[in-house]
């Protein structure tokens, strides 16, 4: 389409700063006390926006993510099919858990997120995998479905910190995040990438599985917004730190595309760094959805397209909608 979508050098942040990742800014014995209060707050766990009251460290039922004391991990891999201001020449060094805070009917990635085959992980575990992913040379340390997970991640970050990890870290969620959770990760997390699903809480409910998905999300990304600001690259192309929006076009008008755009170029910035993501087939359990039964049409992707653009969008990434 019409203009140049990738980064100009205006939007770069300085080459010559030397980069540190937010957690190394915090002061002696903060990121330990982040980490003591999240696993405090398992207790009663409003870790999520689901705020389910459970108690993690002493039950085994009840929790939507079905997540207890430990985290789940699927895999942990070098990944090359992120954004190219992720993976760069070396990956992005991603961590997929499994579970999740959504209970989306046409996930892609379901055996994952519903059935969550995989084993537990300890916080020295997880921190392992952190400094493997460094040692590989990725670029970043990038969460796959971490909002359940903010304890698990906290302590195993204060590990993997005293044992030199340094990449940037990623938090690639849902948009699902509680502001008890994100108070926790101010100054820890560099790039939020989280999803805008939906603009319709009811269509959330529908497809998801979860309640107040407009409020709750659109909360989260001003909030992340707030700590991170726009996203700004290096002189690489590399994501240091900011936000970037990863938005999903659903066939039948379903994820509400004009009013996110309109949202983000109104309410958060218009600089906002935006995936407009194409890629919807249906899956799991969506081929017996009629409105989720089909490919977003081209029509649909141009409009998508167009409504970014009308708002005011320019940062769209490259990877997307085109
Ligand atoms: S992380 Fe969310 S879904 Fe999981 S127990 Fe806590 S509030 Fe519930």
């Given at each position: 389409m019409a203009s140049s979508r990738h980064a100009s050098p205006t939007e770069l942040s300085s080459p010559d700063e030397p980069f540190e990742p937010a957690y190394l800014l915090l002061r002696t014995g903060e990121l330990r006390a982040r980490a003591d209060e999240a696993r405090r707050r398992l207790q009663a766990c409003d870790l999520c926006a689901n705020h389910c009251g459970v108690n993690r460290l002493a039950v085994t039922v009840g929790a939507t993510c079905n997540t207890y004391e430990r985290a789940r991990v699927h895999a942990a891999f070098p990944h090359h099919g992120e954004e190219d201001v992720l993976r760069g020449h070396a990956g992005s060094g991603t961590i997929f858990f499994s579970f999740c805070t959504l209970h989306c009917v046409y996930c892609q990635n379901w055996?994952?997120?519903?059935?969550?085959?995989?084993d537990l992980v300890s916080d020295e575990d997880l921190a392992g995998m952190m400094l493997e992913l460094q040692r590989q040379g990725c670029h970043n340390v990038n969460l796959v479905s971490p909002s359940h997970v903010v304890a698990q991640v906290?302590?195993?970050?204060?590990?993997?910190?005293?044992?030199?990890?340094?990449?940037?870290?990623?938090?690639?969620?849902?948009?699902f995040d509680s502001l008890e959770a994100l108070q926790l990760l101010d100054g820890v997390v560099d790039i939020y990438m989280p999803d805008m699903k939906y603009a319709d809480s009811g269509v959330a409910r529908q497809?998801?599985?979860?309640?107040?998905y407009r409020e709750v999300n659109r909360a989260a990304v001003k909030e992340m917004h707030r700590q991170v600001g726009d996203l700004t690259l290096d002189d690489r192309g590399l994501a240091r730190r900011g936000l970037l929006v990863r938005h999903l076009v659903l066939p039948s008008g379903l994820a509400g595309t004009d009013d996110v755009m309109r949202f983000l170029a109104e309410e958060v910035s218009p600089r906002t760094w935006v995936n407009l993501m194409d890629q919807y087939r249906p899956c799991y359990r969506s081929g017996n959805v009629e409105a989720l039964a089909r490919r977003p049409s081209s029509t649909e992707l141009r409009e998508a397209l167009a409504a970014a653009r009308r708002h005011g969008l320019t940062r769209l990434d490259p990877g997307g909608v085109s």
């Open positions: 055996e994952i997120s519903w059935k969550g085959e995989s906290l302590a195993a970050l204060c590990l993997a910190v005293e044992r030199g990890l340094r990449l940037p870290l990623v938090w690639n969620s849902g948009g497809y998801s599985h979860v309640t107040g």
